[in-house]
Structures are given as structure tokens and as C-alpha cells.
RNA sequence: GUGAGCGUAGCUCAGUUGGAUAGAGCAUUAGACUGUGGCUCUAAGGGUCGCGGGUUCGAAUCCCGUCGCUCACCCCA
């Protein structure tokens, strides 16, 4: 019993930094998450799709973009002792396009909905839900430039957080552009920034090399000041663009799901194209996005692909599952130990000789597909009955001498304390006329 | 990567201007007429006070370093 060790180990081990277990009490959320994506992904048509953990450097470099922080100083890159350099994926878009441009599968069907679930890796200084092993849902709608079906991935996420319950959720929502119109606006935007340029904050400052649509999203005052006066990106959309973003927004009113309309919506990658958004929650402080995605009119061109459109997204789900504890935390209507199902029916044996008995039985119930525990510590009837009632089983089988001595077993129910004898050949079939479940 | 705060039992936290065997609640385990759970009562186990160094007669408390966590920034798939 003793769980201390004699030996004191010198050192002891920790799960790396910006890495989280997860226990058996918190599975419960995980699943629940993981099982709402999987059914809402598949109700509208998305398939699975798992790709590598890791894939070759180059493919984020061109996805990505070489300038970017991600690329720059974010990833996990290794070489695998041969002359490639291979990279932990830390996202899942271009991974998704290489698979789908590596079978050709543009060939067979040009248009084609992909879903996926797994961990990304990003070597950052850990926060609240932001890990440097995370994990993210998310889809791909691959082959088509329809405003509609940037609705759809919209509306597929929105379902998943109204399937789990979330509420407080917003969808913002922009249109960044594209190849044709974004430059235009950037360089007026430049333009007219550079005549504020002492007004802004040194990061700003810098930022007007750098990467300018970044300043209309910074949160110093006097940088809002003047971005508030700044032209909105809305005002220099070519026609196509302008065309899109109406489609986006009506259909999204014409389906029910109400969105701010945020022109300080930026995008850290270049790959993105007309309609960016991002779902937030308003009790994760400063970084609150639970998901994000948009529009990608150049990535498979970009890794050497044909040129076609697709729009996707990415769930955080770390930052889902924290969303979601912050709203159960204040209803109060959630227990913190959140565990998962219990078995239906608990053994007690008395002695070494029922134990054995009880083992069979045991195995004979879960040959009959019957949920059931039975007690390996050698632990007293009051203690094995504490335990039974902890795990919540609703029926307990005592084989003591007694029983074994007649050849039947007591069924307690434990819902009401009533108490059943029956022959020990007949419990299967007995607990099978209860229709329990499996599980729980 | 930058800045700030924090680090005491499994968990949530007390710990007075540095002072004696470091506490509570919850959880765990065991008992309360010997084969029965929940409620109640009683008791027990569990901490080199994150780690290392320094100041001091004396450090959980002060100083330095280190690791980790948290929050914010950078950035964000």
C-alpha cells in the first residue's frame, strides 16, 4: 500500500514544457469535443484525412511563408540523419494539400471536403491554452471558390460549439482581398500611415516594413487613434472581392448566424485569400480565438499544385475546452471532476477462495458484453462496497462463502439497497433482461 | 524571444515584524458489536515549504541563481 518508494530517485520527470497530459478525469471533454466534430464534420459531408506528424521542412517554408515568425523561430526542425530536414507539423492546411495534390485526387474529383483531428507543435512561450503541443479540428473544403462554401465551414463550426454547448461565442468576420486588390490597398495604407508614423508605437513603427495590415489590429491606444482614421480595407475590394464578401454575409444572415464585420481582421499568412474570420470567446482574456480559418484561392499553386480554391478552418482545442470549463465554472452546474462512464455492475468477493470464483464471473459478464469491475487489492466487503458506490455502479454482486457454499450470488441494487438471490448460472441472463448499457 | 506576478500535503489554500515538532478544509485509508455503500463521528497516513546557493544564532518568510506555472507583449496555423 505503501506508494512512496524506500529509494529516493534523485530526479524525477515532468511532461516538457508546453506540454499537457490529459487525465482520465478530463477525458470526459476531450471526448465529448472530439466526438460533436467528428459527428458534425461527417453530417456535412467531411472526411478524415490524417496526415504525418511530421513532414518536410520545406513544405511549411513555402506554405507558411519564409519571413514568418512560425517559420522563423516557431517550429520544431530536425534532420533525420540523411540529408532532409523534417519539421513537426505546426499546422495542418498544408499538410492536407499535400496529400491531396501527392495521390492526385484532383484528378479523380475536383472538388473534395476533408476533416481532421490531431496535434500541432509550435515552440512558443506557453500560456492559457496555448501550448507548444496542441491540438486542433479542423476542415478543408478543397476545390472550389463558391462564397457558399465559405459559409459552410463557418456554419460547420458553429454547429459543433452549439452541439457542445458553448455558449458566448462571436464569429468575426473580413475580407482581406486578393492578389489583384490587396496590394493596392497595402500600399495606400502604407501611404497614409507613414504621415502618422510618430504617433505610433515602436512596434507599429517597424511594423510599417514589415507587415502594415498588423498595425490596424494593435491594441496601443494611439495606435487605434490613428488606425480609426485609416481607409477600411472594405473601400478597396475589387469587384470579385466586393462580390464575394456581399454572397458571404447575406447567406450568413439568410442561415442564422450573426457575425461582426471586422475590418481590422488581419491574417499572419499569405496564403489567405477574400473571406478570413475567427470564432471567439470572451472569457479567455487576450488570446481568446477558438478557431479560425478562411479562404486560400493560392496554396495549392503556392506548393506547386493546380490553381484551385478551398477554404478551411482550424479549431483550437485546448482553447474550446477551457471556453467551455469558464462557462460551466460560472452556472455552477458542472462538477470540476469530470470523469468518465463508470462500469454497470461491481464484483465483492470475501476470501482468496471466492476470489477466484468471482474472477470467473467476472469474465463470464464481460463475455456477455456486460460492464464490469471487480476489486485486486484484497480490500475489506465495507471497503469494496465504498468502492462500488464511488464508481457509481448500479448493481453490486457479493460472492462470499456463503454464496459459493450454495452456489448462487446477492445482486445489490444499490439505487434502492434491495437485494436478489440468484443461481450463479443464471446472472448473465439476468443482468442481460436489464438492458444496461455496455458502458455506464 | 520580452516584461510582470507566483511556486507550502493528491487538490484549494492559511502561516502574523525572520523564531521552537509547518497547519486547515476537501480527498485518501482505517475503524464505529465481528458479511454491505451513501449521512455522521473518530483516528491515521501524507510535506527536505519547486530546486541550488547566500545572509543570519535561526529562513517557508530576506537576497541571488535556476526550473516550472500564470498573465501580458511579440506572433498566431
Not at 89 to 104: F, G
Not at 219 to 247: F, G, R, W
Request: glycine fraction near 6%.
Amino acid at each position: 500500500m505503501d506508494v512512496n518508494t524506500e529509494k529516493k530517485v534523485e530526479h524525477t520527470f515532468k511532461a516538457p514544457r508546453g506540454t499537457e497530459d490529459i487525465l482520465p478525469t478530463k477525458w470526459a471533454l476531450w471526448r465529448n469535443l472530439e466526438e460533436a466534430g467528428r459527428h458534425e464534420f461527417e453530417l456535412c459531408g467531411y472526411y478524415e484525412i490524417r496526415t504525418p506528424i511530421f513532414e518536410d521542412t520545406r513544405l511549411f517554408i513555402r506554405s507558411i511563408g519564409e519571413a514568418t515568425d512560425i517559420v522563423e523561430k516557431e517550429m520544431y526542425t530536425f534532420s533525420d540523419s540523411e540529408d532532409s530536414s523534417i519539421t513537426l507539423r505546426p499546422e495542418n492546411t498544408a499538410p492536407v494539400m499535400r496529400a491531396y495534390l501527392e495521390y492526385e485526387l484532383y484528378k479523380t474529383k475536383k472538388f473534395q471536403k476533408f476533416y481532421y483531428i490531431g496535434p500541432q507543435f509550435r515552440k512558443e512561450r506557453p500560456q492559457a491554452g496555448r501550448l507548444r503541443q496542441f491540438h486542433q479540428m479542423g476542415i478543408e473544403a478543397v476545390g472550389a471558390a463558391a462564397p457558399l462554401l465559405d459559409v459552410e465551414t463557418i456554419s460547420v463550426a458553429t454547429r459543433i460549439f452549439d452541439r457542445i454547448g458553448l455558449k458566448g461565442y462571436k464569429v468575426k468576420i473580413n475580407s482581406i482581398g486578393c492578389e489583384q486588390c490587396r496590394p493596392v490597398f497595402r500600399n495606400i495604407l502604407k501611404e497614409k500611415l507613414c504621415e502618422h508614423e510618430k504617433a505610433l508605437c515602436e512596434l507599429c513603427q517597424s511594423r510599417l516594413n514589415r507587415n502594415v495590415f498588423r498595425i490596424l489590429d494593435c491594441k496601443n491606444d494611439a495606435c487605434k487613434t490613428v488606425s480609426h482614421h485609416m481607409p477600411s480595407i472594405n473601400d478597396y475590394l475589387c469587384e470579385a472581392c466586393q462580390s464575394h464578401a456581399k454572397s458571404v454575409r447575406e447567406a450568413l444572415l439568410e442561415i442564422g448566424i450573426p457575425y461582426i464585420a471586422d475590418a481590422h481582421l488581419v491574417r499572419g499568412l499569405d496564403y489567405y485569400t477574400k473571406t478570413v474570420y475567427e470564432i471567439t470567446h470572451a472569457s479567455l482574456g487576450a488570446r481568446d480565438a477558438i478557431c479560425a480559418g478562411g479562404r486560400y484561392d493560392n496554396l495549392i499553386s503556392d506548393i506547386g499544385g493546380p490553381s484551385i480554391g478551398s477554404v478551411g478552418f482550424a479549431i483550437g482545442m485546448e482553447a474550446t475546452i477551457l471556453a467551455l470549463e469558464n462557462v460551466m465554472a460560472r452556472h455552477k452546474s458542472v462538477s470540476q471532476e469530470v470523469c468518465g462512464p463508470s462500469p454497470s455492475i461491481y464484483v465483492v468477493s470475501i476470501s482468496e477462495e471466492t476470489k477466484k470464483h468471482g474472477f470467473c464471473l467476472l469474465n463470464i459478464l464481460r463475455n456477455a458484453n456486460l460492464s464490469a469491475d471487480f476489486d485486486y487489492e484484497g480490500r475489506s466487503l465495507k471497503a469494496q462496497m465504498r468502492t462500488a458506490n464511488k464508481l457509481g455502479v448500479k448493481y453490486v454482486i457479493v460472492l462470499g462463502p456463503d454464496e459459493l457454499a450454495r452456489g448462487d450470488v446477492k445482486i445489490k441494487v444499490m439505487e434502492t439497497g434491495e437485494e436478489i438471490v440468484l443461481k450463479q448460472n443464471e446472472v448473465p441472463k439476468w443482468f442481460l433482461n436489464k438492458n444496461l448499457s455496455t458502458m455506464g
